[in-house]
């Protein structure tokens, strides 16, 4: 991993996801957390080591706080990814760009190697940096069409491994139908590239023209203090009180300029949102222009509130995108990934 496991997120939790599910099939499974990193130097680099040998002697680094990870799955903390502090293994599975180079510098045959890229992460690293990851040898793994694409465009093998969804976790519990449907859900970030600001310069829009608007936002931060107090905010809900907030809601935006994935469109899917998301390719790994979602270029606030204006105006439109994605959502399943997740180390 590239840090501690305290914090949520979805690249977290589809890793996390798979160390579970791969230790049912038998399989020893360690899930490695460093205290250094190559990408970070200088203070900034002591500054976090002191902060995560600080998790790690209170107990507070591990991902049990807010995922259900298996006995059977191992966490270790090491100084740093290298030959000397890496547990053995058969196969070593770098999670991030960051992980990757450091992965490379180890004296393990590249064939015993795997790459889990579930992003275009270029906001760690330059272009060339990240490219240069991809040609190393490794086993590349891709969980989604486009990533696949890019890199067979430039020659670079890679196997592709779909996200899935948790049905156990994310259900539709709430009929579509009885709905307000001028009740709305997001995800809310810091992070400039899930284009957040696009979608609340949007919402107060749409407040403008809908006063009865109301809109439940979720998000691993304390309540951002330019949320307006109408703005119902969530800080890490649990799943009880996750469901409860895509089963409330009618409408979904999701944001974001850059995706491998997106996995908070598929579990608004789930729970029977229409969804309105932006036009970036991990997005459109689920979702299609008016079928199972309304698509709108990114970056663009005005597209965002046209997309939610037409789903409340038009009620029809509206239950049938929520209608046909909860269909078409079925078909990303964790056995079919993890089987062949397994198949390729296999």
């Not at 608007?213 to 307006?228: A, C, N, Q, T």
Request: net charge positive; glycine share 6%.
């Amino acid at each position: 991993m590239p840090s501690l496991g305290d914090k949520p997120g979805g690249g977290y939790k589809i890793v996390l996801e798979y160390a579970n599910r791969l230790a049912q099939k038998g399989i020893k499974i360690n899930v490695v957390y460093p205290l250094f990193i190559k990408k970070n130097g200088g203070l900034k680099k002591w500054i976090i080591a002191a902060y995560r040998m600080a998790r790690w002697l209170t107990g507070n680094y591990s991902a049990q706080k807010w995922f259900k990870l298996s006995e059977h799955v191992n966490e270790i903390i090491v100084w740093k990814l290298s030959d000397k502090y890496l547990p053995t293994s058969n196969y070593y599975i770098a999670t991030a760009v960051s992980t990757a180079m450091e992965l490379q510098k180890c004296a393990i045959p590249q064939s015993h190697k795997i790459y889990f890229i579930q992003g275009y992460e270029n906001w760690s690293c330059t272009e060339e940096q990240l490219e240069e990851t991809y040609r190393y040898g490794m086993i590349n793994i891709v969980v989604s069409n486009w990533l696949k694409e890019y890199l067979l465009q430039r020659g670079i093998n890679a196997y592709l491994v779909r996200n899935a969804f948790d049905f156990d976790y994310f259900k539709l519990t709430n009929p579509i139908e009885s709905r307000d449907k001028f009740h709305i859900s997001m995800q809310y970030s810091e992070n400039p590239v899930k284009g957040t600001r696009y979608a609340l310069e949007a919402i107060a829009m749409l407040k403008q023209r809908y006063p009865s608007l109301k809109v439940s936002m979720f998000g691993i931060y304390e309540r951002p203090k330019s949320l307006d107090n109408w703005i119902d905010y969530y800080k890490k809900p649990d799943v009880k009180t996750h469901n409860y907030i895509y089963n409330s809601s009618s409408i979904f935006i999701a944001p974001s300029i850059n995706e491998g994935w997106g996995l908070t469109v598929g579990e608004a899917m789930i729970c029977g949102n229409a969804v309105v998301c932006t036009q970036n390719k991990g997005h459109m790994e689920m979702a299609s222009d008016m079928e199972t979602a309304l698509l709108c270029p990114i970056k663009n606030s005005q597209a965002i509130y046209k997309m939610v204006s037409l789903l409340i105006e038009d009620d029809n439109l509206r239950l049938k995108i929520a209608s046909d994605s909860v269909l078409n959502i079925k078909q990303f399943t964790w056995a079919k990934s993890v089987n062949d997740f397994y198949n390729i180390i296999k």
